[in-house]
């Protein structure tokens, strides 16, 4: 998979039943890399979901994660929005020893998550710099 998309996040509303499934449109390096957070529209209040509190079914396309499905429990209130954001984590898994053969689809694939790791860097930043200036501006 080539990581052509930008999309890492996901943000929806919610509708307070349990039995909503909502679509992840993002790739993921593993299963394990998402994160979902409710906030409370009218007070702005948000709340991190733990890993209990809702299940992530991915969607394998040629051996990578493309995307998926997710399913809250408890249900989110239909005055509250949910957004799933790609989280993953800083670190080198792939090794090349000297004089070996590797794959290209290994190499690939490390190239992805680092490519991954890059757009989350810069969202959180360009994020952190939002609430910075918006900081600056109160005080004015």
Do not use: C
Not at 63 to 70: H, K, L, P, V
């Amino acid at each position: 998979m080539l990581s052509s998309t930008t999309t890492q996040t996901a943000q929806l509303t919610g509708n307070a039943s349990t039995s909503i499934t909502y679509a992840i449109g993002f790739p993921l390096a593993d299963a394990a890399d998402i994160q979902a957070i409710t906030t409370v529209t009218a007070t702005g209040v948000s709340t991190t979901l733990t890993s209990g509190q809702f299940t992530f079914t991915p969607t394998i396309t040629s051996g990578r994660i493309t995307g998926g499905t997710a399913t809250t429990n408890p249900a989110i209130a239909a005055t509250s929005t949910i957004r799933f954001r790609r989280v993953t984590p800083r670190t080198q898994t792939f090794d090349v020893v000297q004089g070996s053969r590797f794959s290209a689809e290994a190499l690939e694939s490390a190239l992805d998550k680092m490519t991954m790791i890059l757009q989350e860097i810069e969202r959180d930043y360009l994020a952190a710099d939002v609430a910075i200036d918006a900081r600056l501006d109160a005080l004015e």
